[in-house]
Nanobody
Framework: QVQLVESGGGLVQPGGSLRLSCAASGTFFSINAMGWYRQAPGKQRELVAT???????NYADSVKGRFTISRDNAKNTVYLQMNSLKPEDTAIYVCNAEDLSRSRDRIVNYWGQGTQVTVSS
């Protein structure tokens, strides 16, 4: 099993910045993609950014140019640098990691507990 622990959330003014971290620990086979999703009250969970172990990235259109995802594969840690934050970025940000099953025949998803990001003046 893999445990994901997020940190770095908090309250920030519009236009400010935050840096989120997510560290994976426990027993895993081969983590490939790691990334961030977010869920605001009354809204569905949406993808924010993902990154494979080889460096391929995927961003939501709403955060392109403002957010940057990065990884330290040796530490099994993924980061999300968030700049030019807007009130609409307010949400619970949840870390995700994709692992392979022991038999290598399916993908296993792991989720963190989430960290609150609030953008308000």
């Amino acid at each position: 099993q893999v445990q994901l622990v997020e940190s770095g959330g908090g309250l920030v003014q519009p236009g400010g910045s935050l840096r989120l971290s997510c560290a994976a620990s426990g027993t895993f086979f081969s983590i490939n993609a790691m990334g961030w999703y977010r869920q605001a009250p009354g809204k569905q969970r949406e993808l924010v950014a993902t990154m494979t172990s080889l460096g391929n990235t995927n961003y939501a259109d709403s955060v392109k140019g403002r957010f940057t995802i990065s990884r330290d594969n040796a530490k099994n840690t993924v980061y999300l640098q968030m700049n030019s934050l807007k009130p609409e970025d307010t949400a619970i940000y949840v870390c995700n990691a994709e692992d392979l099953s022991r038999s290598r025949d399916r993908i296993v998803n792991y989720w963190g507990q989430g960290t609150q990001v609030t953008v308000s003046s």
